[in-house]
C-alpha cells in the first residue's frame, strides 16, 4: 500500500478532486437563491436551515476546492470533502430510496436539472474514495519514510 | 558550589521535560484523537473560512438571503399553488373559458408530445419569459394549470410560484404530470398518443 503515500498520486488526487469541487460551486457561489430550492426538494432538511446551508456550502466546497488544489492544509480539506461527500450520498440515498429523483444541485443550480439518484451517488463514489485516499494515507515526508502522524509537542 | 547546584537543579528540571514528553507520546499513542490534533486544527481554520467568507458574501447587497429560511420560501401546496388530478384538469381545460396550460419540460419533450392546447415554458429561462405583457395574458386567464413531466420533479410548483408571486391566483399543479395526463387517456398534441 506504500504507493498510496506517494505524494505525486496525492497531488494528482488533490488537482482532480479540488478542479471538481471549484467548478461545482462557482455557479452556486454567483446566485446561491436557486440553491435553496433545490435544498429544499431534498426534502429532507425543515424549512429554517435551508437558507444556511445555501449560503455557506458553496463557500465550503471553494475552500475545500482551493486548498486541495494548492495543497494547503490538504488532509483537511480531504476530511472536509469526505464528510461533504458523505453527506450529499446519504441526501441522495435517501430520495433514491423515496423513489424521487431529485435535481441534485451538483454542478448547476438549475431545478430541471433532474438525474436518477442512484447514478449520481454512483458518480460520488470514486469521488469519496480519492478524498479517503488523501486523508487516510498522508504522503510520505521522504522517499520510503511513511509520514507519521503529528504528535503533541 | 554554587555551580554544582544550577547545574543539578538544570539536570532535574530537563529529566522532568523528558519524562512529560515521554508521557504525552505515550498517551497520544493511546489517544488517537490528540494524534489528529493538527488535523482537526486545520479543518477547524478550513470551516473558519468558509463561514467568514461565507457571511460576508451574504452581506453583499443585492445577494442577501434570510439567514434562518425566510425572504425566499419553498413553494407550499395551498398557498402557491393547488393540486389538481388529470380528470379535473381535463374538465376544467374544456368547460372554463381562457384556462391557459403551461407545459414545464424541455422543448424536446414538449415537441414528442403535449397537453391538448399547452403552452411550453422554461423555469431556467423563466425571468426572460414572463414579459409584462405574458404576465397579463396570463393574470387575464380562468385558470393557469401547469404540469412536468412526471410527480418526481417540482419546477412546475416553482413556476406556479414565481406566477403567484407575480400577482396571479395560485395557479393548479397536474398530479402526476404529463405522464399521469397520458396515463388516463386524455387528448394529447404532438406525436404522443
Not at chain 1, 68 to 79: D, E, H, P, W, Y
Not at chain 2, 14 to 38: D, E, K, N, Q
Request: glycine residues 10%; aromatic residues 6%; hydrophobic residues 50%.
Amino acid at each position: 500500500m506504500r504507493w498510496l503515500r506517494n505524494p505525486w498520486l496525492h497531488r494528482l488526487l488533490g488537482l482532480v478532486l479540488g478542479g471538481i469541487f471549484l467548478y461545482a460551486a462557482h455557479a452556486k457561489i454567483l446566485d446561491p437563491r436557486p440553491l435553496v430550492t433545490i435544498i429544499w426538494n431534498y426534502r429532507i432538511l425543515p424549512p429554517g436551515p435551508v437558507n444556511l446551508m445555501a449560503i455557506y456550502m458553496p463557500w465550503m466546497e471553494l475552500v475545500v476546492g482551493i486548498a486541495l488544489v494548492t495543497g494547503f492544509k490538504r488532509r483537511a480539506a480531504a476530511l472536509c470533502s469526505t464528510g461533504l461527500l458523505i453527506a450529499f450520498m446519504v441526501a441522495l440515498g435517501i430520495n433514491a430510496v423515496r423513489g424521487i429523483n431529485v435535481a441534485c444541485g451538483c454542478f448547476s443550480t438549475s431545478a430541471e436539472d433532474v438525474s436518477n439518484a442512484w447514478l449520481l451517488i454512483l458518480r460520488d463514489l470514486p469521488m469519496l474514495l480519492a478524498a479517503l485516499v488523501m486523508l487516510v494515507f498522508p504522503p510520505a515526508r521522504r522517499a520510503g519514510v511513511p509520514a507519521q502522524p503529528p504528535t503533541p509537542s | 558550589m554554587l555551580l554544582v547546584s544550577s547545574t543539578a537543579t538544570r539536570r532535574a528540571a530537563g529529566a522532568r521535560t523528558h519524562s512529560r514528553r515521554r508521557l504525552r507520546r505515550a498517551i497520544a499513542r493511546m489517544v488517537p484523537c490528540l494524534a489528529m490534533r493538527g488535523l482537526v486544527r486545520d479543518t477547524i481554520l478550513l470551516v473558519i473560512a468558509t463561514l467568514v467568507l461565507g457571511t460576508a458574501a451574504n452581506l453583499v447587497p443585492g445577494r442577501q438571503l434570510a439567514w434562518w429560511g425566510k425572504g425566499f420560501e419553498p413553494p407550499r401546496a395551498g398557498v402557491d399553488f393547488n393540486f389538481l388530478d388529470p380528470g379535473s384538469a381535463d374538465a376544467m381545460r374544456t368547460s372554463l373559458p381562457g384556462v391557459v396550460v403551461l407545459d414545464t419540460r424541455s422543448a424536446t419533450e414538449f415537441g414528442v408530445g403535449h397537453v391538448k392546447g399547452a403552452q411550453p415554458i422554461s423555469y431556467t429561462e423563466l425571468q426572460a419569459e414572463l414579459t409584462p405583457e405574458r404576465v397579463l395574458q396570463l393574470r387575464s386567464a380562468g385558470a393557469v394549470i401547469i404540469y412536468g413531466a412526471s410527480d418526481e420533479t417540482d419546477v412546475e410548483q416553482l413556476v406556479a410560484q414565481e406566477l403567484h408571486r407575480r400577482g396571479l391566483p395560485p395557479p393548479y399543479v397536474l398530479i402526476g404530470g404529463f405522464l399521469g395526463w397520458q396515463g388516463s387517456g386524455l387528448p394529447v398534441d404532438g406525436g404522443a398518443r
